[in-house]
């Protein structure tokens, strides 16, 4: 009996196997139906169909799963017979335009329309809505409207388009009636109140945005409230959870949840000079680190030291010149090691200005403290950019690094964003 079942399991397989063999067949002709947008030749590039190919029901249902991942079509069927590969398609409808009704601010439907995946001039494809009016609903909640309702009708046109209008109902701006601050603080609230941004709402504060909740400023609420402990000499701070519910009849309760740790001071502070450079050039901020052994630990007096070496380097012309720490806790107090070594050395090939169309290549050269042809130096790109931002007449200004025409070379590019007229300060 036992030896019946094996020899009836063999045979199903074997007859599975001619049967699945006996399905391949050639590919000679290829010809499509119910397509209208999307051509043939298309179809054949994205569904990689080869003519002469012998395909398989395997090759089949993997050429259907190409063809939906295009998201071209709501409806595929294949069918291959006597050489011919016959494709039945149903196109999904293409989206001829998208509105957004309820929202006045052009800068916030560019916002918006740049995160749906439902866009303009794409397939519409039905299971993508609640997707796209979450993703509006987050951005509204993340500027503090967060009874924001949101419904969207599809409107559709001839030729197998549609037309997706939303209707935004933004709501009231969700307000903070009271900010708790709970765990082992020890500090008091009124204190930390004033390092965070985010505030009670009061009679008296009509005119202040911080007010209102919002999700990017509580995550910069959290990371304040850590820099804070942190020169403070909590040194573990951990700010473990922002929480926010909402009180009916009161509004928004905002709670940060703070566990302060142990204080900590500066123990020990010390350089790690590379072999390849000068010790002595670097001998006189040993006066700089035993005035603050002792202190509670500080990120700003740290990063004072830092600086002062930056400014140190550049006065003994070495330029290619980088830092980093490393902190260790040891015991009741913090070890800082101070590595300095030679970074890469690279010459500024080229500056390039982009983004002035009012203000001449001259004057942002002027305030430059680098030019062309000079040795990189991190300090004073950073100053350079600082003092083209304290003209007051750029709204914006940022620095990117590319690289050269030989790998020794860089370019420097300054991109800046004129302010309007209106907005210049007077002085």
Do not use: C
Request: charge should be positive.
């Amino acid at each position: 009996m036992e030896n019946f079942k094996k020899i009836f399991f063999i045979f199903i397989l074997f007859f599975l196997a001619f049967s699945a063999k006996s399905y391949a067949e050639i590919v000679n002709r290829v010809e499509v139906k119910g397509n209208e947008r999307i051509t043939l030749e298309t179809i054949v590039i994205f569904g990689d169909i080869t003519i002469g190919k012998n395909y398989e029901s395997s090759d089949i249902t993997l050429l259907i799963k190409k063809l939906y991942e295009t998201n071209f079509f709501s409806n595929i069927s294949i069918e291959l017979r006597d050489g011919r590969l016959n494709i039945i398609v149903k196109e999904n409808p293409i989206i001829n335009s998208l509105v957004l009704k309820g929202e006045k601010a052009e800068k916030y439907k560019t916002a918006i329309t740049e995160k749906l995946i439902l866009r303009e001039k794409t397939s519409f494809l039905e299971n993508y809505i609640k997707s796209d009016i979450n993703l509006i609903k987050t951005f509204y909640r993340q500027l503090g409207f967060y009874f924001v309702k949101i419904d969207l009708d599809v409107e559709k046109l001839k030729r197998n388009r549609v037309n997706l209008i939303y209707s935004i109902d933004k709501g009231e701006k969700a307000k903070i009636s009271k900010i708790y601050f709970l765990g082992d603080k020890k500090i008091r609230d009124k204190r930390l109140r004033d390092v965070i941004t985010s505030q009670e709402a009061k009679f008296w504060k009509f005119i202040s945005k911080n007010v209102y909740l919002n999700k990017g400023r509580v995550e910069l609420d959290k990371r304040l409230l850590k820099n804070y402990y942190k020169n403070k000499g909590y040194y573990e701070v951990d700010i473990s959870s922002s929480n926010v519910e909402y009180s009916e009849g009161e509004g928004f309760i905002l709670t940060f949840s703070i566990n302060a740790g142990k204080r900590y001071k500066f123990k020990k502070i010390f350089l790690n000079v590379s072999e390849a450079l000068d010790q002595s050039a670097f001998m006189s901020l040993e006066k700089d680190f035993n005035k603050i052994i002792g202190d509670y630990y500080s990120q700003k007096k740290l990063t004072s030291l830092l600086e002062k070496i930056d400014k140190l380097s550049q006065q003994k012309e070495l330029q290619f010149i980088n830092h980093r720490t490393v902190e260790t806790l040891d015991g009741e107090g913090v070890e800082v090691k101070i590595d300095i070594f030679e970074g890469q050395k690279f010459t500024i090939e080229r500056i390039d200005i982009a983004g002035n169309s009012v203000t001449n290549d001259s004057v942002i050269r002027g305030e430059m403290v680098v030019d062309e042809g000079d040795p990189y130096s991190a300090l004073l790109v950073n100053k350079s950019i600082n003092r083209l931002k304290a003209r007051g007449i750029f709204g914006k200004v940022e620095k990117k690094i590319t690289e050269g025409s030989s790998p020794n070379l860089k370019v420097l590019e300054i991109t800046v964003e004129e302010q309007a007229t209106g907005e210049l300060a007077a002085g």
